[in-house]
């Protein structure tokens, strides 16, 4: 059974840095891939990145390029979400999800309990 | 503004049926059958209910069921039930953006 387990819950100041995690358990050889779903308060969903715990391949949504680093340690099965500078506007729930089979066009069948993150003064 | 249209709101009562509906593209739903539905409850992460437009995960109940014409896709929810009461979400792959999400629908169970 595959399983994330995502880190705990954040508050930071603007300007500062942070690193979230999201260790995986249970994949399959051919499918390691992880995504990041944004979900700021009261809002929907949105689709930041994703990566190949395997080789690290990353793709990123448009929006979100250059915003985020999604990277991974794959002797951890850990897939990590970076900011090197937050802002009030990345005050949010990120959750990391798995597609299903690993194709970009799959559904998210297991996800994270969610990291909530506050930036603020 | 979500790149797929979902009303904010719908009701129904115990027993009755729901849609809900997500208009998008021809760029998404319109062009691909990668649908998907999720339902939240808040303070928890989604779960998938529906994916590939009409299919089923092993353990979501055969009251949920989805379709697609054209560049709507839909979700009903047969013999409403109180546990059915959350936000739901569509999705869709899409061309130059991978997932696209709605902006979610608030299910009230009278």
């Known amino acids: 059974e595959v399983q994330l387990v995502q880190s705990g819950e954040e508050v930071k100041k603007p300007g500062e840095s942070l690193r979230i995690s999201c260790k995986g358990s249970?994949?399959?050889?051919?499918?390691?891939?992880i995504s990041w779903v944004r979900q700021m308060p009261g809002k929907g969903l949105e689709l930041m990145g994703r990566i190949d715990l395997s080789d690290s391949i990353t793709n990123y949504s448009p929006s979100f390029q250059g915003h985020v680093t999604i990277s991974a340690d794959k002797s951890l099965s850990t897939a990590y979400l970076q900011w090197s500078s937050l802002t009030a506007s990345d005050t949010a729930i990120y959750y990391c999800?798995?597609?299903?089979?690993?194709?970009?066009?799959?559904?998210?069948?297991?996800w994270g309990q969610g990291t909530a993150v506050t930036v603020s003064s | 503004q979500s790149a797929l249209t979902q009303p904010a709101s719908v009701s129904g009562s115990p027993g009755q049926s729901i849609t809900i509906s997500c208009t998008g593209s021809s760029s998404d739903i319109g062009y691909y059958n990668y649908v998907s539905w999720y339902k939240q409850h808040p303070g928890t992460a989604p779960k998938l209910m529906i994916y590939?437009?009409?299919d089923r995960p092993s353990g979501v109940p055969d009251r949920f069921s989805g379709s697609k014409s054209g560049n709507t896709a839909s979700l009903t929810i047969s013999g409403l039930q109180a546990e059915d009461e959350a936000d739901y979400y569509c999705s869709s792959y899409a061309t130059s953006t991978s997932v696209v999400f709605g902006g979610g629908t608030k299910l009230t169970v009278l």
């Open positions: 590939d437009v009409s």
């Open positions: 249970g994949f399959s050889r051919t499918n390691q891939w």
């Open positions: 999800a798995r597609p299903r089979s690993g194709w970009e066009s799959d559904p998210f069948d297991v």
